[in-house]
């Protein structure tokens, strides 16, 4: 690898075998995205949590490209997952509104400023989110088909760490998985009003992410379904940095 010029202000390397050109962005979702210098603005405005049109302005960019540049930089942040849970680890899922904005074409009549669900209570409007996380903040949250034995199951098969102790609530779909990959459960009946077993059994702590998280998605005024996992992503990452994100920070694991 030898030094190769420079294009826009960074260094690019030409591969000695074969012979191709690439600089520090070449494969990255910032690849190719111009206006660097306004990078750190944006960030910072999404670390505020502002909207487009917002983030546009302080930038000093359009809102089209705002828009393109906030999902290239949560493509790096929404792959960002803890895998394995240890210990206590809390199970139980949250709901969002299905939303088709942005879309020329909708199956049903246009929603206003996030808008509200046709039907009360549960019904196919709404998207399940399977948030997971142990006592000591690894987390793991995930946008499912539906809250089932088979799609529920695999995903905590496959996040439990061997030593993990499942703590739901009273829904079926925990025993059941706990049963059928024999993990240690413990379920609280919240519907009936309990909240903690034995002074350490409970969803307490996934339920207060769960609070934060809409509260959080709530200013956007509805999130386009398809694009739901890029804003978890984006919220994990808040949340790891514990007030900590700097604009830095962001790009860093939008390269990684």
């Given amino acids: 690898m030898q030094r190769w010029g420079r294009e826009s202000g960074i260094q690019r390397y030409r591969c000695c075998d074969c012979h191709r050109t690439f600089n520090a962005l070449t494969g990255s979702p910032l690849a190719g995205l111009k206006c660097r210098e306004a990078w750190a603005d944006y960030t910072k405005a999404m670390i505020d949590g502002c909207s487009l049109r917002v983030a546009a302005r302080r930038s000093g960019v359009h809102a089209s490209t705002a828009f393109r540049w906030r999902h290239r930089l949560l493509q790096g942040p929404a792959q960002e997952q803890d895998t394995e849970l240890h210990n206590i680890v ?30 009360r209570g549960m019904s196919a409007e709404q998207i399940p989110v399977l948030v997971v996380e142990d006592r000591e903040g690894h987390h793991f949250d995930a946008v499912v088909p539906k809250v089932d034995l088979p799609t529920i199951g695999c995903l905590l098969a496959q996040v439990l760490a061997p030593d993990a102790l499942l703590c739901s609530d009273g829904a079926s779909v925990y ?8 993990l240690a459960h413990e379920s609280v009946n919240v519907t ?60 860093r694991h939008a390269i990684d």
Avoid at 175 to 182: C, D, I, K, L, Y
Avoid at 215 to 233: C, D, E, K, M, S
């Fill in 90 to 119: 809390e199970a139980d899922e949250t709901y969002f509104l299905e939303s088709f904005k942005g879309q020329r074409k909708l199956p049903r009549p246009a929603r206003h400023r996030g808008g509200s669900a046709a039907k």
């Fill in 175 to 182: 025993r059941a998985t706990a049963r059928q990959f024999e």
């Fill in 192 to 251: 009936a009003g309990q909240y903690v077993r034995q002074q350490v059994f409970h969803v307490q702590h996934v339920n207060a992410y769960d609070s934060r998280l809409k509260q959080w998605i709530r200013r956007f005024n509805g999130v386009a379904t398809h694009y739901l996992p890029n804003y978890l992503g984006w919220r994990r990452l808040i949340e790891r940095c514990a007030g900590k994100l700097t604009p830095e920070i962001f790009l």
